[in-house]
């Protein structure tokens, strides 16, 4: 029954979200939604999964943590909501829309250049020429704790240019499509090397042999429509082509998954359904981390090992994890995977009162971004470094449930690496194809 009672708490707080926020790409919409989706699924599987055995912590941390969330969010949000959504004009004659065109083309070019560069690299690395092949090679070897393939030093740099870029690339095609002056020869011409942009980024996080790689893509691109939609229509209401899209999104979404995971080489043949696979993929995290706090937690490994763990690696500090929770579960003769939900590594690391001081800290922080990204939905033409940074960090907020990469981000050198890359962008942006605004 106490699954149950999460569902009532978690809808309670998307309620809240949208009450005190309206936005649905605000930071406890997107939390709120992807757990209360996630607690709901786990309900589904009630007897398969024993959830009638599920444990009265699990609601504190889960549901509890969710809402403590929720409520820091609305304490740290700026006073001044009623903001005047698009008041900033669009005009594109501001902006040297030839040479946007020519840049971009530019980089579609080497950009292909730089992930056939990737391929060969794993090619001759794996010694496989089988394309599922080699994508399931690389990811057993980045999952491996002793890895033998690593990218060189520029083909990393590189990666990281070209995930900034799309990120930008997707502001500027949302702002385009949103305009609806796409129409335009001179406007229209651009949205081409934006898209041929955007497959190849797609296709590098294929490679990569991981499934956030490629859908973080699609996020961005959903997440600055919305921003602009905002905008344009000067209301937070939630626009009828999105309530559509999120039902053919629903279900060709499941045959992409499947689909998408047979090309990473991870059949979902084990799973006793195709809905059981997708399942464990946004369900199983609930039940796994009621598994976890469960067991008899030692873990007098370095402070913050598991939430910290980016900084110690950067910093080249020996992280002792005494405590490792991340072996595959299994119930019933169900698979569940083996991640967890974002609450893992804070209750592994820090406790129960631990993890809600945690769930305050990073509140914050995404809300101090949060609250100067809104200003994008004011100007929508301006390049908004907090809107970037926004964007990049929105993907893993919306992935609270699936495992613990929101604190591994926030916690480590990776905000700031972006903000600068942001910065020197922007830097460039406005000396050379738009004006200061």
């Not at 080497?110 to 994508?135: A, N, P």
């Not at 495992?403 to 700031?416: C, I, N, R």
Request: charged content about 10%.
């Amino acid at each position: 029954m106490l699954i149950f009672i999460l569902d009532i708490i978690l809808a309670f707080n998307l309620y809240l979200a949208i009450r005190f926020f309206k936005s649905i790409v605000s930071p406890p919409f997107l939390m709120g939604a992807g757990m209360l989706l996630a607690s709901i699924i786990s309900s589904f599987f009630y007897q398969e999964w024993s959830m009638m055995n599920f444990s009265f912590h699990s609601v504190v941390l889960l549901g509890g943590g969710s809402v403590f969330f929720t409520l820091c969010c609305i304490l740290f949000r700026h006073r001044n909501n009623h903001l005047r959504l698009g008041l900033g004009t669009v005009d594109f004659n501001k902006w040297n829309l030839q040479l946007i065109f020519k840049i971009l083309l530019v980089l579609d070019i080497l950009y292909i250049f730089h992930i056939l560069g990737i391929y060969y690299q794993m090619r001759d690395q794996f010694r496989i020429t089988v394309l599922s092949d080699l994508i399931f090679a690389r990811r057993l070897d980045f999952n491996a704790e002793d890895s033998d393939f690593e990218l060189s030093g520029i083909s990393i740099q590189i990666s990281f240019f070209y995930h900034l870029l799309t990120l930008v690339s997707a502001w500027i095609f949302a702002l385009i499509m949103s305009s609806k002056m796409y129409q335009k020869n001179n406007i229209k011409k651009i949205i081409f090397p934006i898209i041929i942009l955007f497959f190849l980024a797609i296709i590098e996080g294929v490679l990569s042999g991981a499934k956030g790689n490629v859908l973080s893509v699609l996020f961005s691109i959903i997440f600055y429509m919305i921003i602009m939609h905002y905008s344009y229509s000067c209301s937070f209401a939630t626009p009828k082509w999105l309530k559509k899209f999120i039902i053919v999104f629903g279900i060709l979404g499941s045959y992409f998954f499947v689909s998408l995971s047979s090309i990473l080489g991870r059949s979902l043949d084990s799973y006793n359904s195709g809905f059981e696979g997708l399942a464990v993929y946004c369900g199983a995290e609930i039940k796994n981390f009621d598994i976890l706090i469960n067991k008899n937690i030692s873990n007098s490994g370095n402070f913050g090992a598991h939430v910290f763990s980016n900084i110690y690696s950067k910093l080249h500090i020996e992280n002792n994890i005494n405590f490792n929770y991340h072996e595959h579960q299994s119930i019933n003769n169900h698979i569940l995977g083996n991640v967890n939900t974002q609450f893992a590594d804070l209750y592994v690391d820090f406790g129960t009162v631990g993890t809600f001081i945690c769930i305050g800290l990073i509140a914050f922080i995404i809300m101090f971004i949060y609250n100067r990204s809104i200003l994008q939905m004011v100007w929508p033409m301006t390049y908004n470094i907090y809107g970037i940074l926004y964007c990049l960090i929105a993907y893993y907020v919306f992935n609270w449930f699936f495992a613990g990469m929101l604190s591994a981000q926030l916690f480590s050198p990776f905000l700031l690496k972006y903000g600068l890359g942001a910065y020197v962008l922007r830097l460039l942006f406005n000396k050379i194809v738009a004006k200061r605004y």
